[in-house]
């Protein structure tokens, strides 16, 4: 029998919004209108949460880059403030970090008055324009009202860039050890680590990274950590790391490294060192179609992207690309990535099983790439990954063996990466392979990007380290279907560093915070194949709000645990947790609205890292999400979900394995309901 209890309603800060639209987060922190992507310059003082994040407040898509900001004492009720820094003649606001600095190393403050200190990137879009590299720049600025109003520094900025496209999002931390401020800054697929005795003058010190981990796209938002081995003395550094894309199911995600740290340089752990070894990539011999090092006689060009095709390496005012053969390539960045259009080639007959190619350049699905056209459709493409370098990529055509067909270089983006490269297109017996970057992620969901943590001043009272992430996907932020406002955060986390039988992983857990919006809830003993537990979504303020499960998996099972989230409208969510694979499954493809992008829909794919056989699953479902949590958080997906309304019900899945201990509790809303 299912038992349900009503719990003492929880006492909630008044905030001055309504926030109650279709699809809107009652539980997670949204902007009450316009866009939002990462988190920066987050801090704790005197009881007080700061977080700024990236905001565009004239739109609800990406766009001129300013700090929004809000506040909180519990890390659920959150007062939006005014808007923190606007951009310059300098740039934009980009991503940055925020600290307190106590013994006022910078001379901004007093000691009586110390200053809260942010260090951020200036994006000049009017440079970037110009096809120059060097766009992006460190700069500071700092409050002396614990973090109200801000005054820009006079001699930003106080890093110049070294002439490196992707140069920013600094991260700074205080190292005991060596009584310096440390920066971690994100250095197109590195990490570069500073130091520097007062916040304004910083040194250079190491780089880590460009042989180590995923580098599927650019790395951003890095943040340094020393955490506490638990269950030990020990301690150890961990390093996080966001790339856009590369993730384990696509888009955007944030891999992390276990290390060393003296303050000057990284130095990854030597099990860490052989578990992320790389593997090389091979590029069959076969049948050249094209290499265009004798033009591009075999293509027709349509446009102006490619009235100089082919291209013998960069154009003027670009970075030069790398990883092509011999001299010619094609590469669309004429008019300094303004330009578009096609380039087409002769028809041919599909001879081989795989047709292998280099391809670099702008991350644009169906925009910017190639294609292939058989019969008039388009049954393959291939978009970069945001880099100038050009990788392998491979298509399996054995099906269309025999019949005729065409190549498509596509070039239909002006804006930022709206360029292609392509080199060397072979037709083979076997797939091109590229080389193989292993990683450790710290959420497998595709929906946790560029998090970083709550900085705390060493005499702080907050002695956790408390996460917050952009809770979407670079895949298709611009296109989820809200409209006042568009993205939310993740729920805070607190990260945890744990021993597995894997090795060292980093744990997340929800905060116990999260516990005091508990207004209700259900339970049951055991449930096994087809039986559901139910909780009504609609809170004490009469709105739909969120919904927290959990419920235990007993010992090493021979089948999978398979369990269903569904509401009243036949939509749903399907999760199977298989321990004998150590894989877990998400499927969001009947969830609700996904007909916004043709990835969203795709079963995202999870490790399955446990410390016990036994171990507890809890699941938090808003309007617009679905966060699971594998025991305290050893594995983590985040998933955004669009469905008419929350799903009220758990139901087990056929062939499951019994569940245990379940419950259900509904989840006040944070907002107020004026």
């Known amino acids: 029998m299912n038992q349900t209890s009503p719990l003492p309603h929880s006492p909630t800060k008044h905030v001055e919004a309504a926030r109650n639209e279709a699809f809107r987060p009652?539980?997670?922190?949204?902007?009450?209108?316009?866009?939002?992507?990462?988190?920066?310059?987050?801090?704790?003082?005197?009881?007080?949460?700061?977080?700024?994040?990236?905001?565009?407040?004239?739109?609800?898509?990406?766009?001129?880059?300013?700090?929004?900001?809000?506040?909180?004492?519990?890390?659920?009720h959150w007062e939006e403030l005014p808007i923190a820094l606007y951009p310059d003649e300098l740039?934009?606001?980009?991503?940055?970090?925020?600290?307190?600095?106590?013994?006022?190393?910078?001379?901004?403050?007093?000691?009586?008055?110390?200053?809260?200190?942010?260090?951020?990137t200036y994006h000049n879009a009017e440079m970037e324009k110009q096809g120059v590299i060097d766009y992006q720049t460190q700069a500071l600025a700092f409050s002396l009202d614990k973090g109200r109003t801000w005054e820009k520094y006079s001699g930003n900025p106080v890093i110049e860039n070294p002439g490196i496209k992707d140069f920013r999002d600094p991260k700074v931390m205080w190292h005991e050890p060596s009584e310096k401020w440390v920066m971690v800054l994100a250095q197109k697929d590195h990490i570069g680590f500073y130091s520097s005795d007062n916040l304004i003058d910083w040194s250079l010190e190491s780089?880590?990274?460009?042989?180590?981990?995923?580098?599927?796209?650019?790395?951003?938002?890095?943040?340094?950590?020393l955490m506490p081995v638990e269950g030990t003395n020990e301690s150890r550094y961990v390093l996080l790391v966001s790339i856009s894309p590369g993730g384990p199911n696509g888009g955007s995600a944030t891999q992390y490294f276990v290390g060393d740290f003296d303050g000057k340089e990284f130095v990854l752990d030597s099990k860490w060192q052989s578990e992320l070894a790389p593997t090389v990539a091979t590029f069959p011999q076969g049948t050249v179609f094209d290499d265009f090092e004798k033009g591009a006689g075999k293509w027709t060009s349509e446009g102006n992207a490619f009235a100089d095709a082919p291209t013998s390496g960069g154009h003027a005012t670009q970075p030069p690309p790398t990883g092509y053969s011999d001299e010619f390539l094609v590469n669309s960045f004429a008019d300094e990535d303004r330009a578009t259009g096609t380039l087409t080639s002769e028809a041919f007959t599909i001879s081989d099983p795989f047709i292998n190619f280099k391809i670099g350049g702008g991350h644009h699905p169906d925009r910017v790439g190639i294609q292939l056209v058989v019969d008039g459709e388009v049954v393959k493409s291939e978009t970069g990954i945001n880099r100038e370098t050009l990788h392998y990529a491979s298509w399996n055509v054995s099906q269309w063996?025999?019949?005729?067909?065409?190549?498509?270089?596509?070039?239909?983006?002006?804006?930022?990466?709206?360029?292609?490269?392509?080199?060397?297109?072979?037709?083979?017996?076997?797939?091109?392979?590229?080389?193989?970057?292993?990683?450790?992620?710290?959420?497998?969901?595709?929906?946790n990007y560029a998090g970083v943590t709550f900085f705390n001043s060493p005499d702080s009272k907050e002695k956790r380290h408390v996460f917050m992430g952009w809770m979407s996907n670079w895949l298709y932020a611009n296109e989820v279907p809200t409209e006042k406002w568009r993205s939310a955060m993740?729920?805070?986390?607190?990260?945890?560093?744990?021993?597995?039988?894997?090795?060292?992983?980093?744990?997340?857990?929800?905060?116990?915070?999260?516990?005091?919006?508990?207004?209700?809830?259900?339970?049951?003993?055991?449930?096994?194949?087809?039986?559901?537990?139910?909780?009504?979504?609609?809170?004490?303020?009469?709105?739909?709000?969120?919904?927290?499960?959990?419920?235990?998996?007993?010992?090493?099972?021979?089948?999978?645990?398979?369990?269903?989230?569904?509401?009243?409208?036949?939509?749903?969510?399907?999760?199977?947790?298989?321990?004998?694979?150590?894989?877990?499954?998400?499927?969001?493809?009947?969830?609700?609205?996904?007909?916004?992008?043709?990835?969203?829909?795709n079963v995202q794919e999870g490790v399955l890292t446990t410390t016990?056989?036994?171990?507890?699953?809890?699941?938090?479902?808003?309007?617009?999400?679905?966060?699971?949590?594998?025991?305290?958080?050893?594995?983590?997906?985040?998933?955004?979900?669009?469905?008419?309304?929350?799903?009220?019900?758990?139901?087990?899945?056929?062939?499951?394995?019994?569940?245990?201990?379940?419950?259900?509790?509904?989840?006040?809303s944070v907002w107020s309901s004026d």
């Open 26 to 76: 009652q539980v997670h922190f949204s902007p009450n209108e316009k866009w939002m992507n990462d988190p920066n310059g987050m801090f704790f003082l005197d009881g007080e949460y700061h977080l700024f994040f990236q905001h565009n407040p004239d739109a609800s898509v990406w766009g001129p880059m300013h700090w929004g900001h809000a506040v909180s004492k519990d890390l659920m």
């Open 91 to 120: 740039g934009t606001i980009f991503s940055g970090s925020a600290v307190v600095d106590w013994n006022n190393s910078s001379g901004l403050g007093t000691k009586e008055n110390p200053p809260i200190v942010a260090l951020y």
């Open 207 to 225: 780089t880590f990274g460009e042989e180590i981990g995923s580098h599927g796209g650019v790395w951003e938002c890095p943040e340094l950590l």
């Open 401 to 447: 063996e025999g019949e005729s067909a065409l190549l498509r270089i596509i070039d239909n983006e002006s804006g930022s990466w709206g360029h292609t490269y392509i080199d060397d297109i072979v037709f083979a017996k076997a797939p091109a392979t590229n080389r193989i970057e292993p990683a450790i992620w710290l959420d497998h969901g595709t929906d």
């Open 490 to 601: 993740t729920l805070p986390r607190s990260l945890h560093l744990v021993e597995t039988a894997e090795g060292l992983r980093v744990r997340s857990k929800l905060v116990e915070e999260v516990d005091n919006l508990v207004e209700a809830s259900a339970e049951s003993s055991t449930l096994v194949t087809g039986e559901t537990i139910s909780l009504s979504a609609t809170d004490n303020t009469g709105r739909e709000s969120a919904l927290r499960y959990s419920f235990k998996v007993q010992g090493e099972a021979t089948s999978p645990v398979s369990i269903r989230f569904e509401n009243g409208h036949g939509e749903f969510v399907d999760i199977e947790i298989d321990q004998q694979k150590s894989v877990v499954l998400l499927d969001r493809s009947q969830s609700g609205e996904t007909s916004f992008n043709n990835q969203f829909g």
């Open 612 to 668: 016990s056989d036994a171990f507890t699953v809890t699941v938090v479902v808003d309007r617009s999400s679905l966060e699971l949590f594998i025991d305290d958080g050893t594995t983590v997906m985040t998933s955004l979900v669009f469905p008419e309304s929350v799903y009220d019900t758990l139901r087990v899945g056929p062939d499951s394995q019994p569940v245990h201990q379940i419950s259900v509790e509904r989840l006040g």
